[in-house]
């Protein structure tokens, strides 16, 4: 009887413990209650806010993706104790953060905590969105993880690391355990913040870190970009990681096209490019479709563009016998020379998100990456009036609108919508 008793007492505490374990697991990452460690340090600088987060991903089995401020200003020695974080919960604990360390916010998205600065969240023009293809990791440490991210950017990227040697093992023996296990993933696509957020799912004990690394004399005009930026796939939350692993011929270490000495060649075909007439135009709010920054080209000035790896100016602007003001476009490589690339000048320039395809009027389309210039507008019979209006959430679709003339157009039929699918 004792027996049985026994049996069925150590069920029931096996049922408990399982509901127990259904429960945790359905609670969302916000909403657990912070354990023994959980603190906050101080100051109100990012390294304090790092080892804030590391502590509250211990106490609590959260993940979590951290960006750092552009200016992430002087280095701390070391931080101190600030309070105890024990019992509030993972939101309560991050508001409280955030109350200190101006600049941030946190969201929880799809499972992980991001914790990043206020203005990343709302910008599509964020280098970590650009849009990735299909991503296959097979028994992946998590140093070839961040390398894989470091070939978003820099498809060529040749990597000189310990891992890719006979020293590897040695290497991994001075690693943390979470360092040593191994990552397997299929992405089917997304942006570089999926895949981010992919990886430390399916390894269960990374965190993912963005940091910056940005000249002082160029703090005035520097966007987040991954020239400055530094990767890491780690144990916890940290300030630092892997940066310019990439072996190339530039004194920075980043592979890149040589510095170009010829113009693109202009092609006639549409090449991968698609094009597809619409009934209507798309909706563009910000979820599905974004306005696209589109530089109009009226006066002689240097256009801004998402990656530092190339620069753009406009010159020689004026109506050069048009109906409106256009300048001829100029594209720089490193220390190569600028080299016109516009057609018979040109009214406006787009540059998407991540750098690859410069667009400029009527609809001509620089790719980056090939070092080649496909003249849609003869090629897919777009012709002028063209205006890219906004680009997918993806990154891989503009919305066109063409009409007959610039405006108030006399018997117009009409304005035309198209939608440009562009290779990836």
């Not at 304090?48 to 002087?74: D, Q, Y």
């Not at 914790?115 to 990343?120: F, G, I, K, L, S």
Request: some cysteine.
């Amino acid at each position: 009887m004792l027996r049985r008793s026994l049996l069925a007492a150590a069920l029931l505490i096996a049922f408990a413990r399982s509901i127990s374990a259904q429960v945790a697991h359905d609670i969302r990452p916000e909403d657990r209650i912070l354990g023994a460690g959980a603190e906050m340090r101080l100051p109100a600088n990012p390294d304090a806010l790092a080892e804030s987060l590391a502590s509250i991903a211990r106490a609590s089995g959260v993940l979590i993706g951290f960006e750092t401020v552009l200016n992430v200003g002087p280095r701390t020695r070391g931080t101190r104790f600030g309070r105890s974080l024990q019992g509030k919960t993972v939101g309560e604990a991050l508001d409280a953060l955030i109350a200190v360390h101006r600049g941030y916010a946190w969201r929880s998205v799809n499972g992980v905590i991001h914790v990043r600065p206020q203005q990343a969240f709302d910008d599509f023009n964020h280098f970590l969105n650009q849009a990735v293809g299909p991503v296959e990791l097979t028994d992946a440490l998590p140093l070839h993880a961040t390398f894989e991210v470091h070939r978003i950017f820099v498809p060529d990227c040749v990597v000189n690391h310990p891992i890719y040697t006979e020293e590897r093992e040695a290497f991994l023996e001075k690693e943390d355990p979470a360092m040593r296990q191994t990552v397997t993933l299929s992405l089917a696509g997304g942006t570089v913040l999926n895949l981010l957020d992919a990886v430390i799912k399916a390894h269960g004990s990374l965190y993912w870190s963005v940091t910056y690394d940005v000249p002082p004399e160029r703090l005035r005009d520097a966007t987040p970009s991954y020239e400055y930026a530094v990767f890491a796939f780690t144990p916890y939350p940290l300030v630092g990681g892997w940066w310019r692993m990439c072996a190339g011929r530039h004194d920075d270490g980043i592979a890149q096209p040589s510095d170009a000495v010829l113009p693109p060649p202009m092609l006639k075909s549409a090449g991968k490019f698609t094009a597809v007439r619409l009934s209507r135009p798309p909706l563009i709010d910000g979820r599905e479709w974004f306005a696209a920054n589109v530089q109009t080209t009226s006066a002689p000035a240097k256009l801004p563009v998402p990656l530092q790896a190339f620069s753009l100016t406009v010159a020689d602007c004026g109506d050069h016998g048009g109906d409106f003001e256009r300048c001829q476009l100029f594209f720089q490589r490193g220390g190569g020379a600028p080299m016109r690339i516009d057609a018979g000048f040109t009214g406006w320039v787009f540059v998407t998100p991540d750098g690859r395809y410069v667009v400029s009027e009527p609809l001509y389309v620089l790719d980056v990456r090939e070092w080649k210039q496909y003249a849609l507008s003869e090629a897919l019979q777009i012709t002028n009036y063209t205006k890219i209006e906004a680009i997918s959430r993806d990154g891989s679709r503009l919305f066109i609108s063409r009409r007959d003339c610039v405006m108030d157009c006399k018997g117009e039929s009409g304005v035309e919508y198209y939608e440009l699918t562009l290779p990836r």
